[in-house]
Every structure is written in structure tokens, then in C-alpha cells.
């Protein structure tokens, strides 16, 4: 039993195949269903996946436009929106695009200011209609782009000239909002559920039509008799118990319930003194509730994943055209749905019901009347109620809770889902977000929803009438519970569930006791224990020793509540129901028995599966009555408040590329924007990847480096190992793509001088502000440029030299007298130390120019070839492909020649791949990843480099990704306060280093963690296949710690492509191209 | 934090001993003498049904009594009170085997429930 610990739990257990990387010992199999489930639960059918279409050609609609298009018959201006389009809808648009493909890919949008992007329909940059005329070969692409898309929605409306012709038909009327935007594919009238009955309607012309030309025939016209439906019931339906929704109440004829929603709270990775914190202040809550009846109902909701799409491709200005045969950015999207969706991605809803007032005869009788006249609850009861209720605002609205009135609709749509308990939930209500149901939609699908039991039967069947699905729900009730520590050691108990990866809904009926009615309760039932022991006595018998055991405990409990606070003495006396759903039966069953496994092996909970399964399932919904009066569990607010089922672990932005999904305490999608620092919350874009070798950074890296090139993102990967250089064989990055291999360029492209670019004036404000600015900006170049040339020279001379005193000087004040412009190169360092009057000068100025013999160091020496990184490829890789890595550990003395000159290659390779980034638009997106950065630690010029380009981030739009095998190079380099966004990938073999990356993590070190470190991405020992994930902990821009497993297998032939093992670069080798190919 | 529940307090099993002074040879749960007293009356007033005439000293009352007793609280525990157990038996009788075809329940349905968006 104690084995297990919860997850997240750190406890200083040893957990190797625990704590927040623990998997229950059916995880493995649990998650294989996950992947072949791709119907259940967040529901089939469900979240449409929004289609994208291809930038593709201007379509040229003359207003003498002949062709006639469906619907045409109805005459409305607004039919023509996406008028032309029409026909060629149904088939996919992608053909139209080919011919047209820009050969050089532009990164559009270039002078738009970023932050547009985070408004989806914030009005236009003052610079898109110029930047139209601009660039040509972007324009028409641009101005074909689906009509949702930015550029469109804004363009008629600011410019104040006439748009185009050609573009108004594409363009969307500047009244809409982005909120709702039409959905790009669905031209169709938006429909209501009320109106479903559509297609027998439609079929009723064609049967009139049959029947008539029978009568033609026959002259006796047959009467049809509609065939007689039978229902066995007395009564097929039941009304709900509650009658009215008002505002965040609800009505039954009893009783007045106001309803909270719960928003999710931060669990896993957060020190144990704030979690206690938090589970003090919800027991609080609690205990303030005293003497009230409260419903807890967790509900799910299935991720919109269309919503996302559509999120991202509001943000994706200018995404990578598509190439022939190749997945097109639709095609990627979809891609990514699809992958959504499979993956059974829900996410929580928790409400709470407070039900507080008794309504009387009489007003239940005024609400009766009023009624039957189409009124309801007569106003002067609801505003007396109106009053009552605000004191439940302020409890639930301060911190712990921070619970906040139901909207109508979510109690439409909590109603909903409790009537069709574990069933799919109704579709369209997310995919399409102007489609929102009116007011009582959802309540009269509730008609459609019939329920089946079997006489003692342990589940209950659902059936929607309209969809034809057919679901089972096994409803149980928490019985024993051993206890729990809950920070420590367990997982909060009805938060728990959510590590199976299917949803369940949870409800739990309590009566909050205040002090006085929990004594009392108490006092009584120590009476009677007293008594029974008298009992014992009188009759001359041995009394069971759990009497007086019993008996005692109840004082001590009475004890405390008398004379501790409130908190302490309020009791929550309830029943707390899990319901498990399944499409069939045996499925429910399995699911349940799991479920009971897990609680029972885990948390010590006994979860009990009893009969009358249609009245558990009842009491569900609001208003029910409760189902019986078994398994009431008693305890104090503290554990209550410990269930805590609003606990989710999300991590990353809502607005960014798919990447993973959450895998502590629960699943949720990953998205990672890595832009969206910058652009929204307006801090540095530095990232950084840790991880031992073989943790998977470099294929994160290559991933994210992918993902941002398909949106369009200039992208610059250094990878001195070389493995990334075969993402630019992707056929569908292949023309926009080049790679860079540093060991066989021309001599001067590492020269230092010019890695470092000089400010323009036009990067500051004008003014004297600025021009202050700019001068200091122009003379930290220069200085810095001195920095590293100083560097360079001391990593080019052998490390005896090095270490004299006089060197140092020497070089410095050679440095001193080569003018720091970009136009300077090492030669003149050279030259200028020859001329010094001083043999050590002489020597080290020969030194050099021996160095300057190796092929490699060639690099530094001379100027840089013009053109060499362009801002014209989409992505590019560097690579220095054949260079040996020295090892960090062993003295630089013992390292060989070549070793010795991978030192300042890779130095200067850094500021290369970052000098391209200089060189475009201040506010295009760009993102830079730097594989191998611990060799910039101990360099004050390494340090420098990082927080410059922390700094730089910001203002130049950079994403900079820089991975690392030891934690301890970023800190030292103390640009821990600058990083942005943090992965943190396995580390078994050393304790320091991992409390090192738990550091950067801003994760409590000593606390257990480590151990999780340890544990990310596990392989199964037992089993001979190679780990097929990796998993991470990631800390994203708002401080969100969460485990979360990388998962890009979405992405058509990425991760062939990413493979970094020995056996898949040779297996690859017939089929990827190798590297030299690739060169541009 | 520790926490655990007040349960066992309330799991304490108590047992009707015997009047003072004779100890019953059985101890058994006071609920199941209350469960055994409303169950006599009620056989007997089958029994007045079928036959309209009371015996003094119903035999077969008490001897079923004693039998549907004990067969109710074969189910019972401290999580599964006597009322539970009974209220399950008589709402979920129908049968026991499952049966070729489902019983409908009624459906229960919410599409007449008012709404209004502001309380007041």
C-alpha cells in the first residue's frame, strides 16, 4: 500500500517509477487506449474540425459573372460573400494555388507591429496596405487568404480608400468581430437544433409527388394510416425537479440553489506551504458555508480544438506556402485537430450549488400560477432571494475558491450534461462560435435523451434518440477512506480520477455542519458508544475494545471542535458519486473496475459500485433529489476541501503550436506560442532546454524549429552535430529551406568583427532620448565586439600562452587599436600585434597566424562573403558537420588541435545564426535555436552574447531556443531572470544537476522533485522497442510548471526526419537525402 | 496535513445485549429488532388480507419476519444502512437476471424549465 504515492507527491520517496512521472502499473496499456480511442467521450462527432483553405488565387468575379452558383435563387447581398467560391468549395482549393506559388517565400506582414496578432480583429496596422503594394509576389496571396484571416478583415476598413473590386467579394464586412468569425468552410445559414426536423420536411415534396402520380393511376385513392406508436410507460418522461433558471439560481419547488462556477486551480509542482495554503483558505470557504447544502458537479467539456485552430491561423500572418503534393498549412491544421481529438483532450468544469433557501407553500403556489401565464417565479421573491445571496459571493470569490456566478447558459449546459450523463455532448456548441445555442436549446435536447436499467443492474443506458448513440454509465459511490495525506504524500481525492484518460463527471452532495450542529451530531452518537459500554458492563461482559477506542477519539474530535476554530469544527457530512461512461457495457465495467483499482491502490479509497444505478445516475443533476442514504462519508471541511476536483495541471498558451499534451495528474494539450512572450506578455523570448544526452532536446528543438517554419517564422537552427540539417529535406520545407555547413564555407564567414551587428538609428526613437540611445547602443557594439575578438584570440593561442598574464594584456591592447567596426577583421588584430615593439607580441601575432593555417581556423580570418545568410530561407540550419566536440571536463591542454578550434567555431557559430535574426524587420517574427550551449559558459563574451539576446528578444520579435546539458552553464551565465520559457528533460545520472534544473525551473528544490526529474521519459525496462515520447517539465511563461509529453507524431514524417539514433540515420541514409545534398 | 475522516466514530457496531439482568444469548444490531417489529405487523396485515381474521400468536409472521430480517441485513454495513438497502431492493426489483429487453425509464426531461438571464 505504500508503495504508491500519489503523483506530484514528492515526499522524499524514492519514486522511479513514481511520483509525477509515476504511471500507475496499467498506465502504459491505459494510454494505448487513449490513442485507439478516437470516438469516445469528449464525444464523436463532436468539435468539428475547422478546415482551412490554401492561399490560393484571387478568384476574378466580375460583377457580369455568368456562372451560376447554388442558392443563387434567393436575392440577398450577403449570399455573395463567399460567393464564387461556392462550387468550388467542395472540392479542395488547393489546386488553384499551385501554379501560383511565390518561388521566394517572403516573410509577409514584416513592418505589421506584432502585437496586432493578439487582437484577432484589432484594427489594422497603419503599414499592411503599403506593405501589400510592397511586396508583390505576397499580395495576391495574401488577399485570397480565407476571409476570416487578418489581413482581409481589416483592409477596407482603416485605409479609408475603396478597396479593390476583386477584393471585396473575399473580404468579410468590417462589422464583424473576430469572435465571431464565420467558420471559413461553412457557408451554409447557421441552423438551430429547433430546426433538425429539416430533412423530413425537405423529403416530404418528392413523397407528394410519388403519391400523386399513384393517384394518376389508381383511381381509388388508398388511405395511409401513420403506424401507431406504443409506449408501454405510463409516462414516458419525467419532468426535472428544478423549474426555473434565474440568473446563477435555481428553482425547484422546494428549495433556492445558487450556483458558482470554479475555476482550476495550479496543483502539481507547487511548494507544499502554498498548496496547504490554498486547501486552508477553500476549508475556510467551506466552513462558512455552514448549515447549507452543496452540490459539487465536475463536468467536462471537450477541448475545441477548431476554436485553437482557429486561434492560430488568426495569428499566422503569412504561414509557409504550400508546396505541390505536400501537406499544405490546411492540411497541417487539420492534421493537428484530427490529433486533438483522438487524444480525448477534456477539460474540467467545476460547479458548485448552494442551496440556501426553503421556498414556502405560498411562493411555490404564486410560481405555480404564474406559470400557467408564461411568468414564473414572482419578481418579489427573486429580489428578496437577489439580497440573500450576495453574502455567498464574498465567501466564494476570495482566494482559495475564487468561485464566480454561472452564467445561464452554463446551466443550461451543466443540465445538459447531467441528462446525458458521460454521453457526447451536444455538437457545434464550441466548433462553431458564432453557432452558440440560444436560450433553452440545450435544455430541450434533454427530451432526446431516454435511460434503460436492468433490474439490479450495475450500469445504466442511455440513448440519444437523435444521434442514435448508445452509452452506459456505472455510477459510484466513495466509500472507506483510509487517510490521506494531501499535499505530501496523495493526490487531492476527487482530482485523482483524471489520470485515466477518459472523462467522468463527479457529484457530491454535502451538508456543511457548523460547529454546534457537528457537536451535537457528535455528542450523540458518544452517547450512545457510552452506552453500549455500559451496556457491556451491566451484563458482566468484555466490552470490544474499538468501543472505548471509539469513545475516545470522539472526545478528542469534540475537544477540538469546541475549543478550535470554526474551520476546525465544521463537518461535511455527504455523498460523493463518480460516474464512469462507456459506449458498451463491458467497456463501463472495465472502466469502472480500473477506476476502482487505481482509487483503492493509490489514494486508499475504497470506491463502491452499488446497485440502483438509475437513481445514483439521477443525482447527477441539479435539483434531484439524492439517490439514498448509503455511503455518507463524515469528515471535517479540511478533507472536503482537499478533494479539490478543480485542480488541473494546464500549462503553455492557448494560441500556439500543438506540441504535447500534460502528462502529471492530468491530460490537457500543450500549445507553445514562442512568440507569445514578447508579443502578449511582453518579456524576453529566451528558452531553455535541458536535458541529459538522449533526453530529446535536439528533437524539440528541431520540432519547434518546424512548427514555427510552417507559420511562417524565420527560423535559424545552430546544430553543430548536424542532425537537424535533414529537416530542410522536408519536402515540404525543401525550397524554403537551406543549410549552412560551417566546416566546409569560405574562408572569413565566422570573422568576428562583423558577427556583431551595428545598430541603425532607425531601431531607436527619435528625439535626444533616442539619439542617447543609440550612441550607447553603437558603443556596446563596439565594445562588445572587443570582448569577443579578445576571446576568440585567447581560445586561437594554446592554453600555456593563454594563461600568461602578459597575453591577455598584449591582445587587449591590440584590440585596442583595431578600430571595433564591423568592417574589421581579425588580420588587422594580427597585423597590429606584428607591429607591436615587443617580442611577445611578435610570437603571439605568429601564433596566430599559425592557427590561421588550419583549414577550419580560416574562418575567422579575412572578411565575411557577402550574402551569406540572407533573410531569404524560411529556415535554416547551421550545422558544422565533422567538428569533434572537446569534452568540457578535460583540461583544454589535453585537447587535441581540432578540439581546441570547435571552441571559438561554435562561439562564433552562436553569434552567426542570431547576426541573421539583425538582419530583417525589427517586428517580424523570428526564432533562433542554438543547440550545444554550454560551451558558451565561462566566456565573458558567452555571457554577454545570452543576455544580449535575452534582451534583444524583445525588441527584435526573436524567440531564442538554447539547449544545454547542464543547468549550471545557464545559471552561471545568471541569465536565470531573463528566461522565458524552461524544459527540463530527463536527468537520472546527478542529484546537483537535477536540483540545478529544478532550480531553473523555480520548482522547490529538496523537496522530492528530483526523483521526477529522474523519471521523465521512463523507458520500460521489460520492454525491447524504443521510447516513442519524451517528456519534459516544462515552466512556460507565466510560471505554469507542468510534466508534459512532446508529442508531434501529428506532423506527417517529422519525427523520421528528427531521428537522431545511429540506426535510423543509416536507415534513413537510402531514403533522406544526406547532408551534402542538401548544402545550399 | 493528515486528514482523515469521522467515519469510524460512526461505524462503532452496536448491539442490543438483552433486558437487565439476561443476557440474550444472540447480540444482535438494534436496527434489526426495530426492522423484525415493523415487519411482523405488516405480514400480519397481509395475512388479515387473505384470510380477514388475526391470530393471537402469528407464527408464520414472525418466523418470515425473522427470515426477511436477516436476509436484509446480510447487506448491510456501516456504509450501507438498513433504509438504503431496502429502498434499492424496492425501487430496482424487477428482476434479477437481465432481461432480453431493457426496461425504459422515464426520461427525464428539462426542456420546460424557465430561464431568465438576470436574477432581479
Redesign the interface.
Known amino acids: 500500500m505504500s508503495s504508491h504515492y500519489a503523483p506530484g507527491s514528492p515526499a522524499g520517496q524514492s519514486a522511479a517509477t513514481q511520483g509525477d512521472a509515476a504511471q500507475s502499473v496499467g498506465y502504459a496499456a491505459e494510454l494505448e487506449e487513449a490513442h485507439h480511442d478516437p470516438t469516445r467521450a469528449t464525444s464523436p462527432g463532436h468539435g468539428g474540425v475547422g478546415v482551412f483553405q490554401a492561399p490560393r488565387p484571387l478568384q476574378q468575379r466580375t460583377p457580369t459573372d455568368p456562372s451560376p452558383t447554388a442558392g443563387t435563387d434567393i436575392d440577398s447581398p450577403f449570399l455573395d460573400l463567399f460567393g464564387a467560391t461556392r462550387p468550388a468549395r467542395s472540392t479542395p482549393s488547393r489546386v488553384a494555388t499551385r501554379e501560383q506559388q511565390p518561388t521566394i517565400p517572403q516573410q509577409l506582414g514584416a513592418g505589421d507591429p506584432p502585437a496586432a496578432s493578439t487582437a484577432p480583429a484589432a484594427p489594422p496596422a497603419p503599414a499592411a496596405p503599403a506593405e501589400v503594394e510592397r511586396s508583390p509576389a505576397g499580395s495576391p496571396r495574401r488577399s485570397t487568404r480565407v476571409p476570416h484571416q487578418i489581413g482581409e478583415r481589416l483592409a477596407p476598413t482603416e485605409t479609408g480608400a475603396a478597396p479593390l473590386p476583386a477584393e471585396t467579394g473575399a473580404a468579410t464586412p468590417p462589422v464583424e468581430t473576430g469572435a465571431a468569425d464565420p467558420p471559413p468552410a461553412d457557408t451554409t445559414p447557421r441552423r438551430h437544433p429547433g430546426e433538425r426536423s429539416d430533412p423530413d420536411s425537405r423529403d416530404a415534396p418528392p413523397s407528394n409527388r410519388r403519391s400523386t402520380g399513384r393517384r394518376d393511376r389508381t383511381t381509388k385513392p388508398a388511405r395511409v394510416r401513420p403506424p401507431k406508436i406504443k409506449f408501454?410507460?405510463r409516462?414516458?418522461?419525467?419532468?426535472?425537479a428544478?423549474?426555473?433558471?434565474?440568473?446563477?439560481?435555481t428553482f425547484t419547488p422546494n428549495t433556492v440553489t445558487a450556483w458558482y462556477w470554479l475555476p482550476e486551480v495550479r496543483w502539481a509542482f507547487r511548494p507544499d506551504a502554498e498548496r496547504?495554503a490554498l486547501?486552508a483558505a477553500i476549508s475556510e470557504q467551506y466552513a462558512g458555508l455552514a448549515g447549507f447544502r452543496l452540490h459539487l458537479r465536475r463536468t467536462t467539456r471537450p477541448f475545441p480544438a477548431d476554436e485553437w485552430a482557429r486561434t492560430i491561423d488568426t495569428h499566422t500572418r503569412a504561414p509557409l506556402p504550400d508546396v505541390p503534393g505536400t501537406p499544405s498549412w490546411a492540411d497541417h491544421l487539420v492534421a493537428a485537430q484530427r490529433h486533438l481529438h483522438s487524444v480525448n483532450h477534456a477539460e474540467g468544469q467545476t460547479y458548485l450549488g448552494v442551496t440556501f433557501a426553503r421556498r414556502s407553500l405560498g411562493d411555490s403556489l404564486v410560481e405555480r400560477v404564474r406559470?400557467s401565464f408564461g411568468r414564473?417565479?414572482a419578481?418579489g421573491e427573486?429580489?428578496k432571494?437577489?439580497r440573500t445571496?450576495e453574502q455567498f459571493d464574498e465567501v466564494l470569490g476570495a482566494f482559495g475558491m475564487r468561485g464566480r456566478r454561472v452564467?445561464?447558459p452554463e446551466l443550461?449546459w451543466l443540465?445538459?450534461r447531467s441528462?446525458a450523463l458521460c454521453m457526447a455532448p451536444p455538437g457545434r456548441l464550441s466548433p462553431v462560435t458564432d453557432g452558440h445555442w440560444e436560450?433553452?436549446d440545450l435544455?430541450?435536447l434533454?427530451?432526446q435523451?431516454?435511460?434503460?436499467?436492468?433490474?439490479?443492474?450495475s450500469t445504466?443506458?442511455l440513448v440519444n434518440r437523435m444521434t442514435g448513440e448508445e452509452g452506459h454509465v456505472a455510477v459510484l459511490a466513495v466509500?472507506?477512506?483510509?487517510?490521506?495525506?494531501?499535499?505530501?504524500r496523495h493526490e487531492p481525492w476527487l482530482h485523482f480520477h483524471e489520470r485515466l484518460p477518459w472523462p467522468m463527471e463527479l457529484s457530491s452532495r454535502v451538508d456543511i455542519l457548523g460547529s454546534g450542529d457537528s457537536f451535537r451530531n457528535?455528542e450523540h452518537?458518544?452517547r450512545?458508544?457510552r452506552s453500549?459500554q455500559l451496556?457491556?458492563a451491566?451484563?458482566?461482559?468484555d466490552a470490544?475494545p474499538?468501543?472505548e477506542r471509539?469513545a475516545e477519539?470522539?472526545l478528542v474530535?469534540g475537544d477540538e471542535m469546541t475549543t478550535g476554530l470554526p474551520v476546525e469544527s465544521a463537518?461535511a457530512h455527504g455523498w460523493h458519486r463518480l460516474a464512469v461512461g462507456g459506449r458498451t457495457r463491458e467497456e463501463c465495467l472495465e472502466r469502472a473496475r480500473r477506476l476502482i483499482q487505481l482509487y483503492s491502490r493509490e489514494l486508499r479509497v475504497s470506491l463502491?459500485h452499488?446497485?440502483?444505478q438509475?437513481?445514483l445516475a439521477?443525482e447527477f443533476?441539479p435539483g434531484?433529489p439524492i439517490a439514498?442514504?448509503?455511503?455518507?462519508?463524515?469528515?471535517?471541511v479540511?478533507?472536503f476541501a482537499?478533494a479539490l476536483p478543480q485542480a488541473a495541471s494546464t500549462v503553455g498558451d492557448r494560441r500556439g503550436d500543438l506540441i504535447g499534451r500534460t502528462a502529471g495528474t492530468c491530460r490537457r494539450p500543450v500549445f507553445l506560442d514562442l512568440h507569445f512572450p514578447m508579443e502578449v506578455r511582453e518579456r524576453s523570448g529566451l528558452g531553455v532546454f535541458v536535458a541529459e544526452p538522449g533526453g530529446g532536446k535536439s528533437t524539440l528543438l528541431g520540432a519547434l524549429g518546424y512548427l514555427a517554419a510552417r507559420r511562417g517564422v524565420q527560423v535559424t537552427l545552430l546544430d553543430p552535430s548536424g542532425p537537424l540539417a535533414r529537416l530542410c529535406a522536408m519536402p515540404e520545407l525543401a525550397p524554403y529551406a537551406r543549410v549552412l555547413n560551417l566546416t566546409g564555407s569560405e574562408p572569413g564567414t565566422l570573422a568576428p568583427y562583423s558577427l556583431i551587428p551595428t545598430p541603425l538609428r532607425s531601431e531607436f526613437s527619435t528625439g535626444d532620448a533616442g539619439d542617447r540611445e543609440f550612441e550607447i547602443a553603437v558603443s556596446n557594439a563596439r565594445a562588445e565586439r572587443r570582448m569577443l575578438v579578445q576571446d576568440i584570440c585567447m581560445m586561437l593561442v594554446p592554453p600555456q600562452v593563454a594563461r600568461e598574464a602578459s597575453t591577455a594584456t598584449l591582445f587587449r591592447h591590440a584590440v585596442r587599436q583595431v578600430p571595433a567596426e564591423e568592417t574589421a577583421t581579425l588580420d588587422d588584430v594580427v597585423a597590429t600585434l606584428g607591429k607591436l615593439d615587443d617580442d611577445a607580441g611578435r610570437e603571439l601575432a605568429n601564433l596566430l597566424l599559425d592557427t590561421a593555417e588550419m583549414p577550419l581556423a580560416m574562418l575567422f580570418f579575412g572578411r565575411p562573403p557577402a550574402g551569406l545568410l540572407g533573410p531569404d530561407a524560411t529556415l535554416t540550419v547551421i550545422t558544422m558537420a565533422g567538428l569533434r566536440l572537446p569534452d568540457l571536463k578535460i583540461e583544454r591542454e589535453y585537447w587535441s588541435a581540432e578540439e581546441a578550434l570547435a571552441l571559438p567555431m561554435l562561439h562564433t557559430a552562436h553569434r552567426l545564426a542570431v547576426r541573421r535574426c539583425y538582419g530583417g524587420s525589427m517586428s517580424s517574427r523570428k526564432l533562433v535555436g542554438l543547440d550545444e550551449a554550454h560551451f558558451m559558459e565561462g566566456w565573458r563574451s558567452g555571457r554577454s552574447f545570452l543576455v544580449r539576446l535575452a534582451r534583444d528578444s524583445r525588441k527584435w520579435n526573436l524567440a531564442a531556443l538554447v539547449a544545454s546539458q547542464n543547468p549550471k552553464d545557464i545559471l552561471g551565465l545568471d541569465v536565470q531572470n531573463l528566461v522565458s520559457t524552461v524544459f527540463v528533460g530527463r536527468i537520472a545520472e546527478d542529484e546537483e544537476i537535477a536540483s540545478e534544473a529544478l532550480r531553473l525551473l523555480r520548482v522547490p528544490v529538496n523537496d522530492g522533485y528530483e526523483a521526477t526529474l529522474a523519471s521523465l521519459s521512463a523507458a520500460d525496462s521489460s520492454s525491447a522497442a524504443r521510447l516513442g515520447y519524451r517528456e519534459f517539465v516544462m515552466r512556460d511563461v507565466d510560471g505554469r510548471v507542468q510534466k508534459v509529453r512532446v508529442d508531434v507524431s501529428y506532423v506527417d514524417g517529422l519525427l523520421d526526419h528528427l531521428d537522431t539514433t545511429p540506426a535510423a540515420i543509416a536507415a534513413a541514409a537510402g531514403v533522406l537525402p544526406v547532408v551534402a545534398d542538401l548544402e545550399a | 496535513m493528515r486528514l482523515r475522516t469521522d467515519d469510524d466514530i460512526y461505524r462503532a457496531r452496536l448491539v442490543y445485549l438483552g433486558p437487565p439482568g439476561y443476557t440474550l444469548p444472540v447480540h444482535l444490531p438494534y436496527a434489526q429488532y426495530g426492522l423484525f417489529m415493523l415487519l411482523v405487523p405488516l405480514y400480519m396485515f397481509v395475512h388479515w388480507l387473505f384470510t380477514l381474521q388475526v391470530e393471537l400468536f402469528p407464527a408464520w409472521e414472525i418466523a418470515l419476519a425473522i427470515v426477511t430480517t436477516s436476509f436484509v441485513f446480510r447487506y448491510v454495513d456501516p456504509d450501507r444502512p438498513a433504509r438504503m438497502v431496502i429502498h434499492t431492493a424496492l425501487t430496482d426489483w424487477r428482476r434479477t437476471r437481465e432481461p432480453a429487453a431493457e426496461q425504459r425509464d422515464p426520461r427525464l426531461v428539462g426542456s420546460r424549465i424557465r430561464i431568465r438571464e438576470e436574477l432581479a
Open positions: 408501454k410507460d409516462d414516458p418522461s419525467v419532468e426535472l428544478i423549474t426555473e433558471i434565474a440568473g446563477h439560481l496547504e486547501l406559470r414564473g417565479v419578481e427573486r429580489r432571494l437577489g445571496v452564467t445561464t443550461e443540465l445538459y441528462v436560450r433553452g435544455l430541450a434533454t427530451e435523451v431516454e435511460r434503460y436499467r436492468t433490474p439490479y443492474g445504466v443506458k466509500g472507506r477512506m483510509e487517510p490521506l495525506e494531501i499535499p505530501e457528535l452518537r458518544l450512545m458508544i453500549q451496556d457491556y451491566e451484563h458482566g461482559i470490544p474499538e468501543l471509539l477519539r470522539a474530535i463537518r463502491q452499488p446497485k440502483n438509475d437513481w439521477r443533476i434531484e439514498n442514504t448509503g455511503y455518507v462519508r463524515r469528515m471535517p479540511n478533507l482537499a
